[in-house]
């Protein structure tokens, strides 16, 4: 069965610092990755995806996410993150296969100023 | 424009009351989701239905029917509500693509408080 795990439950940061967010997923097929942010009190936005192509791929308000699948990671990052950033971040992964998007237990970033 | 509404966006209710959330996609999308967010923030598919058939069924309680009146629209309906049942409750659209389902799209939620 799919599965998807975020490593970093709650992650502090002030800002202009840099971020990282671990996800990986286990599934041996093709797969389409999302990563989605939810903002305090609001639904989830599409922060970026990879379908296939070249597996850095850029999103929204400057956040990045690359794909190696050696490693089934998808790793998201942002070089200089801003309060206006936290929020708790989820990867999301739909095998090719199925009409399933298996969300991970996502993570939630604080920034302060 | 809003791409993907709910209603109602609070709901407080008693136990053992039945009670529905409504969703609408007006992105001309033709699969919508019903998803369950704990209080952990643990974000689970319930249903999916594409054309007003329905795709996934993730192991609910039949006390959960999801209908489609048309591809635009995905109704959540819950019977006999239990204190389990309180969360925050998301509809999503998405279009095929080749045969592969596409981007999803949420909309804002329903928070239901089930006393």
């Known amino acids: 069965a799919q599965s998807v795990s975020q490593h970093n439950h709650h992650v502090i940061l002030s800002e202009a610092a840099s971020l990282e967010l671990g996800c990986n997923y286990s599934?041996?097929?093709?797969?389409?990755l999302f990563w989605y942010v939810q903002y305090p009190g609001q639904h989830l936005q599409l922060l970026l995806k990879?379908?296939?192509?070249?597996?850095l791929v850029k999103g929204i308000k400057g956040f990045e996410a690359e794909f190696i699948k050696s490693k089934f990671s998808f790793n998201l990052r942002k070089p200089s993150v801003q309060w206006s950033d936290t929020a708790e971040y989820f990867c999301?992964?739909?095998?090719?296969?199925?009409?399933?998007?298996?969300f991970g237990t996502g993570t939630r970033l604080q920034v302060f100023p | 424009d809003t791409a993907v509404s709910q209603t109602p966006k609070y709901l407080v209710t008693q136990m053992g009351n039945d009670k529905s959330i409504k969703c609408e996609q007006n992105?001309?999308?033709?699969?919508m989701y019903w998803y369950k967010q704990d209080s952990k923030k643990f974000l689970k598919i319930m249903f999916s239905?594409?054309?007003?058939?329905?795709?996934i069924n993730e192991t609910v309680p039949n006390r959960f029917s999801p209908k489609s009146p048309d591809k635009a629209h995905l109704n959540l309906h819950i019977n006999s509500l239990e204190l389990g049942d309180s969360a925050v409750y998301f509809c999503?659209?998405?279009?095929?693509?080749?045969?592969?389902?596409?981007?999803?799209?949420f909309g804002p939620g329903t928070r239901l408080t089930v006393l």
């Open positions: 999503a659209s998405s279009q095929k693509t080749g045969g592969s389902t596409d981007t999803q799209y």
């Open positions: 599934y041996g097929g093709t797969v389409n």
């Open positions: 990879y379908f296939s192509g070249d597996p």
């Open positions: 999301a992964v739909n095998a090719r296969s199925t009409d399933k998007l298996i």
């Open positions: 992105l001309g999308h033709d699969t």
């Open positions: 239905y594409n054309n007003k058939e329905l795709i």
